[in-house]
């Protein structure tokens, strides 16, 4: 079957660094997707990674490593409007979206 | 962010009631899709349409009945649902159903079933 793993829930420290991890295990591979969504409101596109390596955009980067299948969001310099679930999801070999259940980030003052 | 929009934003109905939700996208897509999404379970597909041509049913109860009269509206009509279905229906677009294509979100309705 396929499976994304991520963290149910994470805590992190207004000004701190967070990295949200996810694993894949999907037939086939045509990109990953991370997402953001606050409670009550739409998911939001974060980043796509189709490439091993990191993309940075601003505060927020992205990891892939297709041979683990493995990425990870880095969150830079904790905004408390940073509380909100970040959604990983994989396009298989049929080009259909395979999602996690999310991974609630609590921000602490 | 008023790129796809969803009516109504919250809806109670009973068991024996029929509702339906609204989706319109304003980005020129010519995909869309609905989505449920439950608390701590990951987003499941219901409906894709490509071109007003659905071209994705999961398995979907016949109690939810897609309808997609052009390429920038969709509906989602509800009969007879059970207290299961209570959940976010979440509407999304995208430029195609394939490839490389960003999927861009509505904000959602919130359905609870009594």
């Known amino acids: 079957g396929q499976n994304i793993d991520q963290p149910t829930e994470m805590t992190a420290t207004e000004g701190a660094i967070v990295q949200i991890n996810c694993t894949y295990q999907?037939?086939?591979?045509?990109?990953l997707f991370w997402y953001q969504q606050h409670a009550g409101e739409a998911p939001t596109f974060l980043s796509y990674n189709v490439l091993d390596g990191l993309e940075e955009k601003g505060r927020f980067s992205s990891f892939l490593s297709r041979s683990k299948g493995y990425s990870y969001l880095l969150l830079k310099e904790l905004q408390m409007k940073d509380s909100a679930s970040y959604l990983c999801a994989v396009r298989d070999s049929n080009y259909q979206l395979i999602w996690g259940a999310g991974t609630k980030l609590i921000i602490k003052p | 962010e008023t790129g796809v929009t969803q009516t109504p934003r919250h809806l109670v109905m009973g068991m024996t009631n029929k509702k339906s939700l609204k989706c319109e996208q304003h980005l020129g897509h010519n995909a869309m899709y609905w989505y449920k999404q439950s608390a701590k379970k990951p987003l499941e597909l219901m409906f894709v349409y490509n071109f007003k041509e659905q071209t994705e049913n999961n398995s979907v109860p016949s109690r939810f009945s897609p309808e997609c009269p052009n390429s920038s509206h969709l509906f989602l009509h509800l009969h007879t649902l059970q207290p299961e279905d209570s959940a976010l229906y979440l509407c999304?677009?995208?430029?195609?159903?394939?490839?490389?294509?960003?999927?861009?979100f509505g904000p959602g309705t919130r359905l609870t079933v009594l």
């Open positions: 999907t037939s086939g591979f045509n990109g």
């Open positions: 999304a677009s995208s430029q195609g159903a394939v490839g490389t294509d960003t999927q861009y």
